[in-house]
Structures are given as C-alpha cells and as structure tokens.
C-alpha cells in the first residue's frame, strides 16, 4: 500500500430503486468509475446527457498503476474541465534518453515547438487522476449520478434497450437504460456475462514495476537501458513521479515467478544494483505484469458498448493504454449525446466501432513491435536488435529503428465515413479525421488558447481576413446556416469585416502569433469544420454555406442513415 497516498473513501449510497416499484429506465447506464467511465460522464454531462455510474468499489486505484498522460489526453481533459489539477500536480517532461549497455546512444524531445498549452507528457499516479475525475463528476452531480459499491451482477441485452441487476448492502435492483456503457477493465465481468471475447496475443515475458520514495538527481526525462551493467541481459525503464516517487520497470524473463518478485527482498537488489549502494530509498508499491495485446471484434452489441480496456488492452511501453481509452471517450460522447437528442440517427453510432477499431489496431501495432524489440525471442531477433543499438549512437537513420515503446500519439481517422471535403495544399497533418492542434489566440483582448475555443459543438474556423464585398457574399449564406444549425458556432479569425464578427454564435479571434495561419494553413478564406471531439470534418480553400452544410450532414452520418433505408427496401 502506498504511503505517500492515502486513497479517499467514498460513501455509499442506498439507491432510490428499492424504495419504489418496477424498474426505473435512464438514457445511459456506466459500469465502471475507473478513468474511462468516469471521462465518458463528464463529457456527456457537459453535453447535456445525464448517466447512472456503477461501481462495485468505493475508492480509486490502489497503486500507482498508468502514470504517462500524453498531450492529447491532457487537452481532452482540458475541455473536460480535469486537466489542470493533473498538470499542477504532475511531473512535466518532453524528452528522453536510451541507453545500450553503459552507454548513451541517443535522445529525443517529443515536442520540440513552442505555442501549446499542454506539454507533451506529463507523469502522475493513477490514483491522483481518478481522484481529480470524481472530483469533477462531484460538481456535475445534477447530471451525474455516481454510485460506489453497487455492484452489476445480471445484464440483459436487447435491440431495443438494456436492463442491469444491482447488488447493494440493501439489496438488489434493476435498472433499465437506452445505452449500456461497460468499461470494467481487461477482464471485463459484463463481457462474460454477455458471452463476448477479446482476442488477442500474450507475450511471453514479464515486468517488475518497482515504485520507490527516494531524492535523486536523474532529471525529469524517460530513460531507457537494453542490457544494462546492473541488469544484464534485459532492460529498464526509469520514470519520476510527483511525491519524490520513481517508476522502474524491471525486465524479468519469462521463468520469473511473479509472486517472488513482488517480495521486498528480491527487488530490493535489484533496485540497490541500479541506484549504488549509497543511495536510500523505500518501497512504495511493486508489481508484476505480463504484456497482453488484444481488442474485441466489435465494441457493440445491440445497445452495449465497451471502453478501455474493456474493449482494447495493450502493453504498457508506449502509454498507451489510458490515453488510447481517453480517445475512446471523446470518440463515442458526442455521437451518443446528439443521438440521445434526437439530432443524429443511430447508425451514427456504428463509427465509433469504426474509428476507434482504427484507433486500438494502431495502438496494438506499435506495442507489438516495441515488445518484440525489447524483448527478441531469437538470436537473430536480437543479434538486429543490438546492431541496431550500436549503429544508433552514430547514425541518424537507425535511431528511427530504436523502439523503447513508441509513445502514445493522437489518432487520425484517416478513412473515417464521417470525413467530409478534403482540398489540396493544406497542412498534411490537418486532414480531415486529425485532431485539431492548439496555439495561443487572442480573445476579447486578453491572451487565450485556440482549443478552448473548441469542443463539444460543431465549429467552423474561418479566416475572415478577406475584403468587405467577399465578406457579405459569405455572411448571407452563413447565417442562413447559423438561424437552422443550432449546433454550429462560427471562430472568425480576424482582423475580419463586421459582416462576419456580427454574425450570431460568431466569436473573433487574433492570430497573435501568427502560428494559428501557420498551423492550419491559413489564407484569407480557408475554412475548416470540426466536430465536437476537436477533430478536423471537413476543410476548404473557399467555402459555400450548402458545402458546410452538406459537410455537417455527413460528419452526422445522415448519409449511413440514408444507406440503411436504402439497404432496408433493396
């Protein structure tokens, strides 16, 4: 048990249920109140849409557990209203080193530009991060009815809704939802009682995550060793956390006996041989894991969908677990939400099988790689390996071949049914299915972030730095557009005509330092839509009100919707 945490106890509740008769129905019912289920809440709260969170504990996670929070997971969380907390108290860093035996064969700094809010990574415990997220759904709690130690024991599946039994101290209950959202991790109770499997590979190795209390002089930096002196043979990795704690995962083989290895005096040697015999420390809290790679086929059945690990589960080299899971969260909200609304038709709710099976195959590929290459299986496999390592410390071209675990980066939605207009010669990294990218703004006079101005509606980013005569052509078509698309706002970058900054739900904004244009392309003109997850829907180098429009239609799978009555009278 960690001693520099001590984990919150939350109380229980006795439900309303049994104190009426029949089964009470509710839009969305959560199972889980881990980082997923507590996310996917938050951004259905926040977008109106009111949930029933399940949870057979009452506290967060014991052991610091997922402790990388890349950049994109940190600007979901931003719109989320949980980011903060997590980077004041986080450890930040943005680059790291790789060692082969006892030398250095090179570093990296994952976010080498200026003009992002977020930093590239931060590290914080597990803990601190489901804390920070109860804390939020607390201050959502009109719209978020969270329920620590009921348990889900029945689920009941139909095309048309979903029921749960619940076990409480009291007794049990049902409910009833419209949707039915699992994320009870890996070995997900829900996904057995449903019959449903995750399919995937077990590598054949295991990992000590040794967690230790001690004052050192590594710097904020992740550090890699293949074959190092004090661990010959295999490899480490070194994290620092907040509270003076360090992360250190062990390579151990796969003959380790995991429940020696979580013994005090077994990784106490180890970890002693690492530091030098003069260096003190304490144990906080040890581990043992076995890399696992695996997805379900489809996240949905019927009118149950699974998240996180529940749906998807990887290795943990690369982070890419929570953050994936994040992504995951903002994926299926805001579809769910204009569903639940009447705004969008369900089979809008097909894309996140399909974006986010996109989204884990990618996840999964790089952590199989980074698995094979930190752990070859054959001489051959390591014989390139460790020429590779060497050739690394000279050569540019093979650092490219060094995988130490491929960090979690943004997912494009690159084949998306969703993607509207693409148009030549704008940025590569903008496409249509990419997440949007930040840089400081100026709003009303005061300084700003361009995200912030982004999320949870439509938005179309517009430079309306063009002449007064183009400026009234546009504002005619527009707020026809605006006056029937309620959930459409307009960002004018500016300085513009008062013809477009006078538009309803229109808000300018100024390119201060010229790297919004630079980033997105910009010339008078240039317009991109972007969906409620701050990705990128449609883009154009001049725009017409009916192609925006046409561009909302399909980001709402309007078109799946008409291809389903289609198919439905063939």
């Keep these: 048990m960690p001693t520099t945490y001590n984990n919150p106890v939350y109380p229980y509740r006795r439900p309303p249920e049994l104190d009426r008769e029949g089964v009470r129905h509710c839009p969305v019912v959560i199972v889980g109140a881990g980082p997923t289920g507590l996310a996917m809440a938050i951004d259905l709260a926040q977008q109106g849409i009111a949930s029933v969170v399940l949870d057979d504990n009452n506290t967060v996670s014991v052991g610091s557990r997922a402790i990388c929070f890349a950049k994109r997971t940190l600007e979901i969380l931003d719109r989320l209203g949980c980011a903060q907390p997590m980077v004041d108290k986080g450890v930040t860093w943005q680059r790291g ?96 009682m449903l019959g449903l499997e995750s399919k995937g590979q077990v590598f054949q190795d295991r ?59 077994n990784i106490r040697p180890r970890v002693q041989a690492m530091l030098g015999e003069d260096v003190e420390f304490e144990l906080e809290w040890a581990s043992v894991y076995t890399f696992r790679c695996r997805k379900m086929d489809d996240y949905i059945h019927q009118r149950v969908f699974f998240m996180g690990d529940a749906a998807h589960q990887v290795s943990p080299f690369g982070a890419r677990g929570a953050n994936g899971a994040l992504q995951s969260t903002e994926n299926l909200a805001w579809k769910l939400a204009r569903v639940l609304k009447g705004e969008a038709h369900e089979a809008l709710l097909a894309t996140y099988n399909d974006e986010r099976q996109h989204g884990a195959a990618e996840n999964i590929l790089n952590s199989t790689r980074a698995t094979d290459f930190i752990t070859p299986k054959s001489r051959v496999s390591r014989l390139f390996r460790d020429s590779v390592l060497e050739l690394a410390e000279r050569y540019p071209f093979a650092r490219r071949l060094v995988n130490s675990g491929r960090l979690s980066m943004p997912c494009h939605y690159d084949d998306s049914p969703l993607n509207g207009h ?57 707020e026809a557009l605006l006056a029937h698309q309620d959930d459409l706002d307009l960002l004018v970058v500016g300085p513009a005509p008062h013809a477009l900054t006078e538009l309803p739900r229109s808000r300018q904004i100024e390119d201060v330092e010229n790297l919004v244009g630079e980033r997105y ?7 991109y839509l972007i969906r409620p997850d701050q990705h990128v829907s449609a883009r154009w180098h001049e725009i017409k009100a009916a192609d925006v429009e046409a561009a909302l239609d399909r980001a709402l799978g309007r078109h799946l919707n008409a291809e389903e009555a289609r198919h439905a009278t063939a």
């Design 97 to 192: 080193r790789v060692f082969f035996q006892e030398r250095e064969v090179y570093d990296f700094d994952l976010l080498p530009e200026e003009g992002h809010r977020m930093p590239a990574f931060i590290n914080l415990q597990q803990y601190y991060f489901e804390e920070y997220l109860v804390d939020r759904a607390d201050a959502l709690s009109d719209l978020i009815d969270l329920r620590w130690l009921h348990k889900v024991t029945e689920v009941a599946s139909h095309p048309e809704r979903s029921e749960v039994m619940v076990s409480t101290e009291d007794g049990d209950y049902r409910l009833s939802c419209d949707y039915l959202l699992v994320a009870d991790g890996a070995n997900s109770k829900i996904r057995d």
């Design 207 to 265: 990992f000590l995550i040794a967690d230790v209390i001690m004052k050192a002089d590594f710097p904020t930096e992740r550090w890699f060793w293949f074959d190092p002196p004090f661990h010959p043979n295999q490899s480490v990795l070194l994290h620092r956390q907040p509270d003076n704690v360090w992360r250190i995962d062990f390579q151990l083989g796969w003959d380790a006996d995991p429940e020696e290895e979580k013994k005090e005096e």
């Design 422 to 478: 693409e148009t030549e010669g704008l940025p590569l990294e903008l496409r249509p299915g990419s997440p949007a990218k930040d840089a400081p703004i100026g709003l009303a006079g005061r300084r700003a972030w361009l995200l912030n101005q982004l999320g949870d509606r439509f938005t179309l980013l517009l430079d309306g730095r063009v002449d007064s005569a183009r400026a009234e052509t546009l504002r005619a078509g527009l």
């Design 521 to 527: 392309g910009l010339t008078a003109g240039v317009a």
